[in-house]
T-cell receptor
Framework: DAGVTQSPTHLIKTRGQHVTLRCSPI?????VSWYQQVLGQGPQFIFQ???????GRGNFPDRFSARQFPNYSSELNVNALLLGDSALYLCASSLTLLRDEKLFFGSGTQLSVL | RKEVEQDPGPFNVPEGATVAFNCTYSNSASQSFFWYRQDCRKEPKLLMSVYSSGNEDGRFTAQLNRASQYISLLIRDSKLSDSATYLCVVNGGNFNKFYFGSGTKLNVKP
């Protein structure tokens, strides 16, 4: 079975541009979460979606938005890119929203903002 | 104050050594705890969940102290392949938010 897949793997953008990152969860998983990992830090929670509804939001500006589609895949959008948005963006899928639910991560999208 | 705090290391140990990592969390309402492993430039992967009674998986033992809001990971008989960054992960009390520590880097030397 395929794991969590993310695209693209790498992306280079300039300040002010917009970016869309994509994620397909493990088959049967209904929850997708997005995390930002800056070099040398642990992943930081951005959003969680379950059954196409936003169920959680981290401390990120409104430039960050996301959505989940009927097939449970998800997109993360970032507008008006800043240099500080350069990071590894990780998507994680889980079966449900239970507290002890394990997260399965994709290999991430490395975003560089110049 | 950060939700989850870890000693960044690095911990440099010889093969066969026993090494312990600690982690503290700030939200007393947290209910779920995990250790994840992250290799350089790769995605985090679940190592083990942490239960109140403590749990063991081969050479790895995890402990939780709710009173002190403290989690530990013990690795016995370290292997070269254990070299990685170990991330402490805590559920934020709300079931849909997980907080990661900055990670503790382990280097196992021959």
């Amino acid at each position: 079975d395929a794991g969590v897949t993310q695209s693209p793997t790498h992306l280079i953008k300039t300040r002010g541009q917009h970016v869309t990152l994509r994620c397909s969860p493990i088959s049967g998983h209904k929850s997708v979460s997005w995390y930002q990992q800056v070099l040398g830090q642990g992943p930081q929670f951005i959003f969680q979606y379950y059954e196409k509804e936003e169920r959680g939001r981290g401390n990120f500006p409104d430039r960050f938005s996301a959505r989940q589609f009927p097939n449970y895949s998800s997109e993360l959008n970032v507008n008006a890119l800043l240099l500080g948005d350069s990071a590894l963006y990780l998507c994680a899928s889980s079966l449900t929203l239970l507290r002890d639910e394990k997260l399965f991560f994709g290999s991430g999208t490395q975003l560089s903002v110049l | 104050r950060k939700e989850v705090e870890q000693d960044p290391g690095p911990f440099n140990v010889p093969e066969g050594a026993t090494v312990a990592f600690n982690c503290t969390y700030s939200n007393s309402a947290s209910q779920s705890f995990f250790w994840y492993r992250q290799d350089c430039r790769k995605e985090p992967k679940l190592l083990m969940s942490v239960y109140s009674s403590g749990n063991e998986d081969g050479r790895f033992t995890a402990q939780l102290n709710r009173a002190s809001q403290y989690i530990s990971l013990l690795i016995r008989d370290s292997k070269l392949s254990d070299s990685a960054t170990y991330l402490c992960v805590v559920n934020g009390g709300n079931f849909n938010k997980f907080y990661f520590g900055s990670g503790t880097k382990l280097n196992v030397k021959p």
